[in-house]
């Protein structure tokens, strides 16, 4: 069996799309690995592996991300999020600040642009040496850096 997905702000056709891609789609979303889906949905690696490149090629899958157990990153690994405000949103404060995430790519997991009295949600990860270097030399170290708020994660729920 075939379904054919229409786009969200068209009317058109994008792509026919098989029965056990929609359950592939579905167990995707539940956060397990593709050879989690595999073993779960009784099929092989190659068999897998062959319709996720398909749902990436067509459209469906835009992106992954990685996302870990905070007890995954060893015995000092903390989790952290981190508000953030600029003295002013502009292209070269921006500019600035994304430099610095980048630099920091190791432990950054997230930015969000959000709304209210914050400009910026970071979540990081990793040993408390290296966020508290992110923090220190990296972030507050920025001028254009009106405030920052920092959360450490003391457990993270299973609901």
């Known amino acids: 069996m075939h379904y054919a997905i229409k786009g969200i702000y068209k009317n058109e056709v994008m792509a026919?799309?098989?029965?056990?891609d929609i359950d592939i789609l579905n167990e995707l979303k539940s956060n397990l690995d593709i050879k989690e889906v595999a073993k779960k949905l009784g099929m092989r690696g190659s068999t897998m592996y062959y319709?996720?490149?398909k749902l990436r090629k067509d459209g469906f899958?835009?992106?992954y991300r990685v996302s870990f157990k905070g007890s995954e990153l060893g015995t000092k690994g903390e989790y952290m999020f981190i508000l953030l405000?600029?003295?002013s949103i502009n292209k070269k404060n921006s500019e600035r600040l994304f430099n610095l995430l980048r630099d920091y790519s190791s432990i950054v997991l997230d930015v969000f642009s959000i709304s209210g009295s914050w400009d910026y949600l970071?979540?990081?990860?990793?040993?408390?040496?290296?966020?508290?270097?992110?923090l220190t030399k990296g972030l507050h170290s920025l001028k254009n850096i009106r405030r920052t708020y920092s959360m450490l994660v003391i457990n993270k729920e299973n609901i």
Do not use: C, P, Q, R
């Open 61 to 63: 899958i835009k992106g």
């Open 51 to 53: 319709h996720f490149n």
């Open 16 to 20: 026919a799309i098989k029965a056990i």
């Open 122 to 134: 970071i979540s990081v990860a990793g040993k408390k040496e290296d966020i508290t270097k992110f």
């Open 85 to 87: 405000s600029l003295t």
